[in-house]
């Protein structure tokens, strides 16, 4: 028998868009408490993995969990430990930077003229200004850092969520009278995005470290911290990469000259090229591929709803909401909507 809602097409286009804004509304207002959470989510999701193959080994799942979370502290330890006083040292010594630059941006200018061409100091200073560059790198660590603070929150949270998660299946099926479609749709979806999240996450990771070693052979200050950004920034595809590259490219130009910097960008692009466009589409494949429109609005709207973690975390979230779309039938075509040309063209063969 079929139902009949009595609300018209226009109604439950209104009604859901409202809903929509509510939704990004309530997450906004609520930044504080949802980031750690949703940091703890992908903590535990990529920590599921190990978790489930020392349980088929028959390891206790309190011992398992007790030993992920010792690596997860051992870990945020030597974070702390490393990033702290480097991100200390480059904020004090950001401004010498900043006016460094501001000399080489004059020299610049200097140079332009002789060549009979000129250029505005007002577009120096209002559209080419590459000390905001550095400030804004430095805000967006410090953000990140800060989050260190609620480091015991965010381990509780990802200890309850690694207990719960052996019985969340066995939760569906005593909740759900007929569990197999629901159960299959469910256990698809977690796998892709767990799935996409290791893979992303050992990329990233390669990135980050090669990126601190190249930066460190070549001297160039705080390899570790430009390490990180290329770490955290990789989960942001396109243009993640560049804009992880500016500050070390700005920090060679300053110490050295034009010539290292350009071997930094040059390098940047080898590192990128490899794990991003060759070593990551061989493990992950393509079939999760996101348009470059909607990678970029992602990040546009992740950023403005959750700040600088969001930006971060903003591919990974789209990517879970375009598998959770997948998931079901009705809303299939929103999933395709946001794919690449190629992916779309394969799932409609």
């Not at 051992?74 to 991100?87: M, P």
């Not at 955290?232 to 110490?255: H, K, M």
């Not at 909401?321 to 009705?330: G, R, T, Y």
């Amino acid at each position: 028998m079929t139902q009949t809602t009595g609300f018209s097409a226009a109604t439950r286009i209104l009604v859901g868009w409202a809903s929509f804004v509510i939704v990004v509304a309530g997450l906004r207002a609520s930044a504080s408490i949802v980031i750690p959470f949703l940091l703890s989510a992908f903590i535990a999701i990529i920590c599921a993995p190990p978790l489930f193959w020392m349980q088929r080994k028959r390891v206790p799942t309190a011992l398992a969990v007790i030993t992920l979370i010792l690596v997860i502290i051992i870990i945020g330890t030597l974070l702390v430990a490393f990033i702290g006083t480097s991100l200390s040292n480059f904020t004090s010594d950001l401004p010498y930077y900043q006016s460094q630059i501001l000399k080489k941006t004059e020299s610049m200018r200097e140079f332009f003229k002789g060549t009979q061409i000129e250029i505005p100091d007002k577009i120096l200073q209002e559209y080419f200004n590459p000390g905001m560059a550095l400030q804004m790198v430095s805000n967006t660590l410090t953000g990140f850092f800060g989050l260190l603070t609620q480091s015991f929150l965010i381990l509780l949270t990802v200890i309850f969520i690694l207990f719960e998660a052996s019985g969340i299946p066995a939760k569906i099926r005593s909740a759900i009278g007929d569990p197999g479609a629901s159960l299959s749709g469910f256990s698809r979806f977690v796998k892709s995005v767990n799935r996409y999240l290791v893979i992303k996450t050992v990329s990233s990771l390669g990135t980050g470290i090669l990126i601190a070693v190249f930066l460190a052979i070549l001297q160039v200050d705080y390899p570790l911290l430009w390490g990180l950004l290329a770490f955290l920034l990789n989960y942001v595809p396109n243009i993640g990469s560049i804009i992880a590259a500016i500050p070390a490219v700005l920090l060679a130009f300053v110490q050295f000259g034009a010539g290292r910097a350009l071997v930094v960008i040059l390098g940047y692009l080898v590192v990128n090229f490899l794990v991003g466009s060759v070593l990551e589409p061989k493990f992950m494949g393509q079939g999760l591929g996101l348009s470059t429109l909607v990678v970029f609005l992602s990040l546009v709207f992740w950023g403005w709803v959750l700040g600088p973690v969001g930006m971060v975390l903003s591919v990974p979230l789209t990517m879970i909401v375009k598998i959770a779309l997948e998931s079901n039938e009705d809303t299939k075509w929103i999933a395709i909507m946001l794919s690449r040309a190629s992916d779309a063209r394969a799932a409609g063969k």
